[in-house]
């Protein structure tokens, strides 16, 4: 099993649309979460973070369900430009262990 | 921007020769992971260097290494290049004084082995 699991996707929106991603983790040590998002063939860029239940800023939400192992990314009103590729990471070695990603495709 | 900078951007080997790539990490942050990226997956951790050590290592064999200066720049060396060596490499920076730590990424060198 993966350490760190995502859909990939794609998933296929229309503007203003809400969508959800989640991540799940194998690791029941890892205390602190991550949402990159890449576009294609650049650097991941930091979304956001996520150390305790949840965070959001803006349109962004994140959520942390420790219970169940897993983040949650939700973006409400999609833009064209939120189109990319979502990475989630956690910590539990030092180092980043992300999952593959999920695309995302907002639509006109 | 992050203000961690790597270069080259883009550099083409053969097979069997070794590369060298550099991170210049982000003022204040004291330490650089560096990663790899293989096309349609995540970043895979490599290694990190905190004050000048390797801090932890990821499953990369040790034709991999690297070091971190004095003002807290990195190099990364791969020997004996292979095929599957291709793709992104990915530095980070981050400034670790607890648990909870952001890391922020460079640009990345593409790599291709042929």
């Known amino acids: 099993r993966k350490e760190v699991e995502q859909d990939p996707g794609p998933f296929n929106v229309p503007e203003g649309a809400t969508v959800a991603f989640n991540c799940t983790y194998s690791n029941s040590a890892s205390q602190s979460f991550f949402w990159y998002r890449q576009d294609c063939r650049k650097e991941p860029k930091l979304l956001m973070s996520v150390y305790s239940s949840g965070n959001e800023d803006g349109r962004f939400t994140a959520q942390l369900n420790r219970a169940s192992q897993y983040i949650s990314l939700l973006i409400r009103d999609s833009k064209l430009s939120d189109s990319a590729t979502y990475l989630c990471a956690d910590t539990g070695r030092r180092a980043l262990t992300f999952g593959s990603g999920t695309r995302l495709q907002v639509q006109p | 921007e992050t203000g961690v900078t790597q270069s080259p951007t883009h550099l083409i080997k053969t097979r069997g020769q070794q590369v060298t790539l550099r991170c210049s990490s982000q003022s204040g942050h004291n330490t650089v992971s560096w990663y790899q990226q293989a096309l349609g997956q995540g970043p895979q951790f490599i290694f990190q260097?905190?004050?000048?050590?390797?801090?932890g290592r990821g499953n990369f064999p040790p034709r991999f290494s690297g070091l971190q200066f004095p003002n807290y720049s990195s190099e990364l060396n791969v020997n004996a290049l292979e095929l599957d060596d291709s793709a992104l490499y990915l530095c980070?920076?981050?400034?670790?004084?607890?648990?909870?730590?952001?890391?922020?990424f460079g640009p990345g060198t593409r790599l291709t082995v042929t």
């Open positions: 260097y905190y004050r000048e050590e390797e801090n």
């Open positions: 980070a920076s981050s400034l670790v004084t607890g648990v909870f730590y952001e890391q922020y």
